[in-house]
């Protein structure tokens, strides 16, 4: 099935090209990278109470990834022990429909501007959507988490 989506914004960051993201991808939220995203006028009114949360969900347009990968490698390059997974086991850029799904902390919001620190986007990627983050909605009472992403835990 197709589907039609309308972007909602755009972000605008010092990335020009996904492999200068490789950092910020690795340390998650801990990237101290800061980015905006500019909201298209006529969604401009959809804002209204976003100032009152720390951290917003941004889905968003992966439109420099340049192929699709089935099977990835799950983690940094030089991380070499890592066994080949499915692209749905994780969070690899080489997805079916190149979307991304990222936790930013909301620094701050201008107009039609949002300050975001976080965000592994490259300049000029399409924002399809934003949520705010409430801990209620992702909560859990037990995780568990692929041995290969084990390497994340020494991040936080």
């Not at 991380?79 to 909301?106: C, E, T, W």
Request: glycine share 6%.
């Amino acid at each position: 099935m197709k589907m039609e989506i309308e972007s909602i914004g755009e972000v605008k960051s010092g990335f020009r090209k996904p492999q200068d993201l490789h950092f910020a991808c690795e340390n998650g939220r801990l990237a101290n990278t800061e980015s905006k995203i500019i909201i298209n006028e006529e969604f401009a009114e959809g804002l209204k109470g976003l100032a009152e949360f720390s951290h917003i969900w941004v889905i968003y347009y992966l439109h420099k990834a340049e192929k699709i990968e089935l099977r990835t490698h799950p983690g940094s390059p030089d991380i070499k022990n890592l066994p080949k997974v499915g692209i749905f086991a994780s969070r690899s850029q080489y997805r079916p429909n190149h979307m991304a799904l990222r936790l930013v902390d909301l620094v701050k919001i201008n107009d039609r501007e949002i300050i975001v620190r976080g965000l592994d986007a490259v300049d000029g990627s399409s924002v399809l959507d934003i949520k705010p983050y409430v801990p209620f909605f992702v909560k859990t009472e037990t995780q568990k988490i692929a041995e290969w992403y084990e390497w994340t835990e020494a991040k936080i």
